[in-house]
């Protein structure tokens, strides 16, 4: 048995900032906490470094944008999440951004410059300043590197290409999770004192998504097995600009810089929908928007919209656009020098997760979450582009903190030794199961059933029946899952098992989330119902909290933090 | 007419049941534009689960699946399938590395590499509350280096990695002059002390196979030479005082 104070799951942005937390802060007589890390992929490989327009902070460096500060950022925030974010978590990651973009420069990340040598900053959907601050389009993939260089400096020790599998929890706490090491197929518990996910979200549950391989949603459904709530399932991101085919993304950047977007009559068709902010209304906006050009017989081939960057010059995309230029020249062919790019709203981010509050705390002591994992909430019903990435590290770093005050606090209890062992072996006769049993069902076939119906029905636009269509299907896939079998009994890098592994939970989560759409009757930010157009603040001002039971998920609610904001019609 | 099927033939070796390691033919039905990647999960998920093969983000920005297909070092991700046909999709793992299975190669030696050059901003003056200042033009002097994904293309492509275990390898000197070439920086004469040596710098032959080999075109070799340069220049200052 593995032991260490804090095990980090997850090796992301958000992973990786809470193990430099937990590290810098001293441990009980002033020695190094032991804390470690635990990746389901090398931290490098991880979907942070995918992010690319950038990370908001109110620096106020930009031209024009010298009135920007933190309440500000909080107000676009609040709005863009159509008030449904709680408002004293916003306002400390409004506080928090500065001060931890700046943390971040001063370990070496190398964002873009302003003439006179600061941050610089671009404009971002939803935003009253530019205020997003950037690397080029890569600002994901510098920060990722930037973050596994401080932790390889600290040499935190990192179990790299290990799977968890159980989260364990034992007198009313969170004591370790079992996990696979995927280079061998062994079983492991690891014991920890405090235990923090950050395992990403859920794209993988749908089948048109910018996510990567791994974006399962596997971690959200070991808290939600252990007893913790899931928020706000339902709300979830579709990206306006993924790439038609891979739907990889292609960043709001491309906007933020100036893009334009067509429909097949070459009309400029945002006018018709955010006149003020034309192609920098928010996501859900924008994504609606190009969704009904589409469905109504604007669009090109009925599936596509055109992102036009031409008019940039080739010198401009060449400097802040390098990334989607060599994107969409590998994957369409398309060199946006010299042509539009085609496009598609595709699932993006996950604004539910894992209910946590601002210090990471679950209702499962010992347990902590942060990053796209978590709900905070920050984002509410639709998260703004760029905050993404400032969530990972202000919350990172909160949780990491949050985890150090939780074992300082901690009275020497017992080892828990036993629950460990039992929850090994549980976890050994789960994977035996899936690969002696005698099962018949194809657990591929099963998945890609789930990632349509996803796509088919809990998408941009929902409507009763068909989501509970898809509530339905989630149900039978469920039942047939049990009659499931991974075919290859080898352990060494077995994919096959992972992948049914992983399926178990994607199922579940994917209950969560078409249940509280089927549920929430209302439209509000991303989740848009086109029987129940309005969004309803008497009856669904408040979050969605989904409770695992043998049944299926068991839906609570709790109202909204309001401070400063009270929620009027958002208007762009 | 567009052939609707592909060939790959794939280097198998698995650890459990192989002595040695094998090619084995699949047939993989095509979709316009589909990847070598895609391929892959279809045989995966279709025909033989026990394919073993890295992938993460399939946009060429995560570095998981760098492999050696039809003569050449690429990723999967970013490899389409058309051009290559009608040649059958001949893949094997990263060559010169030790093959855990299949496509999965031990990465552990490129990541020790990594580790030995001080991969970090290296710099003891306080930081101000703020962001410090830096030029564009200082900026965009390591802009190539940082599109780095540590693939380790470049380090299997290398005939020294093929010779000398303790190598450091093409990756890891590009991030130390990443650093070295940073005007933040401070860590110049420290990262010097693991590069200028036989093992370091000096060991590269100029062939510009890590050039060839970057999937991320990133001149590879230039920064090794920026290096030898570095460390002339560093010794030339140690006599004259």
Same mark, same amino acid.
């Given at each position: 048995?593995?032991?260490?104070?804090?095990?980090v799951?997850?090796?992301?942005?958000?992973?990786?900032?809470?193990?430099?937390?937990?590290?810098?802060?001293?441990?009980?007589?002033?020695?190094?906490?032991?804390?470690?890390?635990?990746?389901?992929?090398?931290?490098?490989?991880?979907?942070?470094?995918?992010?690319?327009?950038?990370?908001n902070?109110?620096?106020a460096?930009?031209?024009?944008?010298?009135?920007?500060?933190?309440?500000?950022?909080?107000?676009?925030?609040?709005?863009?999440?159509?008030?449904?974010?709680?408002?004293?978590?916003?306002e400390?990651?409004?506080?928090?951004?500065?001060?931890?973009?700046?943390?971040?420069?001063?370990?070496g990340?190398?964002?873009?410059?302003?003439?006179?040598?600061?941050?610089?900053?671009?404009?971002?959907?939803?935003?009253?300043?530019?205020?997003?601050?950037?690397?080029?389009?890569?600002?994901?993939?510098?920060?990722?590197?930037?973050?596994?260089?401080?932790?390889?400096?600290?040499?935190?020790?990192?179990?790299?290409?290990?799977?968890?599998?159980?989260?364990?929890?034992?007198?009313?706490?969170?004591?370790?999770v079992?996990?696979?090491?995927?280079l061998?197929?062994?079983?492991?518990?690891?014991?920890?004192?405090?235990?923090?996910?950050?395992?990403?979200?859920?794209?993988?549950?749908?089948?048109?998504?910018s996510?990567?391989?791994?974006?399962?949603g596997?971690?959200?459904?070991?808290?939600?097995?252990a007893?913790?709530?899931?928020?706000?399932?339902?709300?979830?991101?579709?990206?306006?600009?993924?790439?038609?085919?891979?739907?990889?993304?292609?960043?709001?950047a491309?906007?933020?810089?100036?893009?334009?977007?067509?429909?097949?009559?070459?009309?400029?068709?945002?006018?018709?929908?955010?006149?003020?902010?034309?192609?920098?209304?928010p996501?859900?906006i924008?994504?609606?928007?190009?969704?009904?050009?589409?469905?109504?017989?604007?669009?090109?081939?009925?599936?596509?919209?055109?992102?036009?960057?031409?008019?940039l010059?080739?010198?401009?995309?060449?400097?802040?656009l390098?990334?989607?230029?060599?994107?969409?020249?590998?994957?369409?062919?398309?060199?946006?020098?010299?042509?539009?790019i085609?496009?598609?709203?595709?699932?993006?981010?996950?604004?539910?997760?894992?209910?946590?509050?601002?210090?990471?705390?679950?209702?499962?002591?010992?347990?902590?979450?942060?990053?796209?994992?978590?709900?905070?909430?920050?984002?509410?019903?639709?998260?703004?582009?760029?905050?993404?990435?400032?969530?990972?590290?202000?919350f990172?770093?909160? $949780?990491?903190?949050?985890?150090?005050?939780y074992?300082? !606090?901690?009275?020497?209890? #017992? *080892?828990?030794? @036993? %629950? +460990? =062992?039992?929850?090994?072996?549980?976890a050994? $006769?789960?994977?035996?199961?899936?690969?002696?049993?005698? !099962?018949?069902?194809?657990? #591929? *076939?099963?998945? @890609? %059933? +789930? =990632?349509?119906?996803?796509?088919?029905?809990?998408?941009?636009?929902?409507?009763k029946?068909?989501?509970?269509?898809?509530?339905?299907?989630?149900?039978?896939? @469920?039942?047939?899952?049990?009659?499931?079998?991974?075919?290859?009994a080898?352990?060494?890098?077995?994919?096959?098992?992972?992948?049914?592994?992983?399926?178990?939970?994607?199922?579940?989560?994917?209950?969560?989330?078409?249940?509280?759409?089927?549920?929430?009757?209302e439209?509000r930010?991303?989740?848009?119902?086109?029987?129940?157009?309005?969004?309803?603040?008497?009856?669904?001002?408040?979050?969605?909290?989904?409770?695992?039971?043998?049944?299926?998920?068991?839906?609570?609610?709790?109202?909204?933090?309001?401070?400063?904001?009270?929620?009027?019609?958002?208007?762009? | 007419?567009?052939?609707?099927?592909?060939?790959?033939?794939?280097?198998?070796?698995?650890?459990?049941?192989?002595?040695?390691?094998?090619?084995?033919?699949?047939?993989?039905?095509?979709?316009?534009?589909?990847?070598?990647?895609?391929?892959?999960?279809?045989?995966?998920?279709?025909?033989?689960?026990?394919?073993?093969?890295?992938?993460?983000?399939?946009?060429?920005?995560?570095?998981?699946?760098?492999?050696?297909?039809?003569?050449?070092?690429?990723?999967?991700?970013?490899?389409?399938?058309?051009p290559?046909?009608?040649?059958?999709?001949?893949?094997?793992?990263l060559?010169?590395?030790?093959?855990?299975k299949?496509?999965?190669?031990?990465?552990?030696?490129?990541?020790?590499?990594?580790?030995?050059?001080?991969?970090?901003?290296?710099?003891?003056?306080?930081?101000?509350?703020?962001?410090?200042?830096?030029s564009?033009?200082?900026?965009?002097?390591?802009?190539?280096?940082?599109?780095?994904?540590?693939?380790?293309?470049?380090?299997?492509?290398?005939?020294?990695?093929?010779?000398?275990?303790?190598?450091?390898?093409?990756?890891?000197?590009?991030?130390?002059?990443?650093?070295?070439?940073?005007?933040?920086?401070?860590?110049?004469?420290?990262?010097?002390?693991?590069?200028?040596?036989?093992?370091?710098i000096?060991?590269?032959?100029?062939?510009?196979?890590?050039?060839?080999?970057c999937?991320?075109?990133?001149?590879?070799?230039?920064?090794?030479?920026?290096?030898?340069?570095?460390?002339?220049?560093?010794?030339?200052?140690?006599?004259?005082?």
């Amino acid at each position: 048995m593995i032991y260490h104070q804090i095990l980090v799951v997850g090796g992301g942005l958000a992973g990786m900032r809470a193990a430099i937390e937990a590290w810098e802060t001293a441990g009980k007589g002033g020695q190094r906490t032991d804390v470690a890390i635990l990746s389901r992929v090398h931290p490098v490989r991880s979907h942070s470094g995918a992010a690319q327009g950038g990370v908001n902070a109110s620096f106020a460096n930009a031209e024009g944008a010298k009135d920007d500060n933190p309440e500000k950022h909080a107000f676009d925030t609040v709005k863009g999440g159509d008030y449904l974010g709680d408002q004293d978590a916003i306002e400390v990651m409004a506080l928090e951004a500065v001060p931890c973009v700046s943390e971040l420069e001063h370990w070496g990340a190398p964002f873009s410059r302003t003439p006179e040598g600061k941050i610089a900053q671009r404009p971002f959907g939803g935003a009253g300043y530019p205020r997003t601050c950037y690397s080029a389009d890569k600002t994901g993939h510098i920060m990722l590197h930037t973050l596994f260089e401080q932790t390889t400096k600290r040499q935190i020790k990192t179990y790299s290409e290990w799977m968890a599998v159980t989260l364990v929890r034992a007198g009313g706490r969170c004591v370790g999770v079992i996990a696979m090491d995927l280079l061998t197929g062994r079983l492991e518990a690891f014991r920890a004192d405090a235990v923090i996910f950050a395992t990403g979200g859920i794209g993988r549950l749908y089948q048109k998504t910018s996510n990567a391989i791994i974006n399962t949603g596997y971690g959200m459904a070991l808290a939600y097995w252990a007893g913790v709530p899931l928020e706000d399932m339902e709300f979830v991101q579709f990206h306006p600009t993924t790439l038609v085919g891979t739907n990889l993304l292609i960043s709001e950047a491309a906007r933020g810089e100036g893009g334009y977007l067509y429909n097949a009559l070459g009309e400029r068709f945002m006018k018709n929908y955010a006149p003020e902010l034309m192609e920098l209304a928010p996501r859900d906006i924008t994504a609606r928007a190009e969704q009904t050009e589409i469905d109504e017989g604007r669009g090109f081939d009925n599936i596509y919209i055109q992102l036009d960057l031409r008019h940039l010059g080739r010198a401009k995309i060449e400097e802040r656009l390098p990334g989607i230029r060599e994107l969409s020249i590998s994957y369409v062919g398309v060199d946006p020098v010299e042509k539009p790019i085609p496009i598609q709203p595709g699932q993006h981010y996950t604004m539910g997760g894992i209910d946590c509050n601002v210090a990471g705390e679950t209702a499962l002591p010992g347990f902590f979450a942060a990053g796209e994992c978590a709900c905070v909430s920050v984002h509410g019903a639709n998260r703004l582009g760029g905050n993404s990435l400032l969530e990972t590290i202000v919350f990172g770093k909160l $949780a990491g903190r949050g985890a150090m005050e939780y074992i300082l !606090g901690k009275q020497g209890g #017992p *080892t828990e030794e @036993k %629950e +460990m =062992e039992a929850a090994l072996s549980q976890a050994e $006769a789960k994977v035996a199961k899936l690969i002696k049993g005698n !099962g018949t069902e194809d657990l #591929p *076939t099963i998945r @890609k %059933e +789930m =990632e349509s119906t996803m796509t088919d029905n809990v998408g941009v636009f929902r409507e009763k029946a068909q989501i509970q269509k898809a509530v339905d299907k989630v149900r039978e896939l @469920k039942d047939r899952y049990k009659r499931g079998r991974v075919k290859y009994a080898g352990r060494t890098f077995n994919q096959e098992l992972v992948r049914g592994l992983e399926l178990e939970g994607m199922l579940d989560v994917a209950e969560c989330v078409s249940l509280g759409a089927v549920v929430r009757e209302e439209s509000r930010g991303s989740h848009f119902r086109i029987d129940f157009r309005k969004r309803d603040d008497e009856k669904w001002l408040k979050h969605t909290l989904a409770y695992c039971t043998p049944e299926g998920p068991r839906l609570d609610y709790r109202p909204v933090a309001i401070t400063k904001y009270p929620p009027v019609e958002r208007k762009y | 007419m567009a052939p609707d099927t592909a060939i790959f033939k794939i280097q198998r070796f698995d650890p459990e049941v192989d002595k040695l390691s094998y090619f084995q033919s699949y047939t993989v039905r095509l979709r316009r534009g589909m990847t070598v990647l895609e391929g892959l999960f279809d045989i995966l998920d279709q025909e033989d689960g026990s394919l073993a093969f890295r992938a993460s983000c399939r946009g060429a920005v995560c570095g998981s699946d760098a492999m050696y297909i039809n003569g050449a070092l690429r990723l999967a991700c970013n490899t389409a399938i058309a051009p290559l046909l009608p040649q059958d999709i001949t893949i094997s793992p990263l060559p010169y590395m030790r093959v855990i299975k299949d496509l999965v190669v031990d990465q552990d030696p490129f990541w020790a590499a990594y580790e030995r050059i001080k991969p970090y901003l290296i710099n003891p003056q306080t930081a101000p509350e703020r962001e410090r200042y830096q030029s564009a033009k200082d900026r965009k002097h390591i802009d190539e280096m940082l599109d780095c994904i540590l693939c380790a293309a470049c380090y299997a492509s290398c005939p020294m990695t093929w010779s000398d275990e303790v190598w450091l390898g093409p990756a890891a000197i590009l991030k130390a002059y990443r650093f070295n070439g940073d005007t933040r920086d401070k860590g110049q004469r420290e990262r010097l002390k693991v590069l200028d040596n036989e093992n370091g710098i000096w060991r590269c032959h100029t062939v510009f196979n890590c050039a060839e080999a970057c999937p991320k075109n990133i001149n590879v070799t230039w920064s090794i030479e920026a290096l030898k340069r570095q460390a002339i220049i560093n010794r030339l200052k140690f006599w004259r005082r």
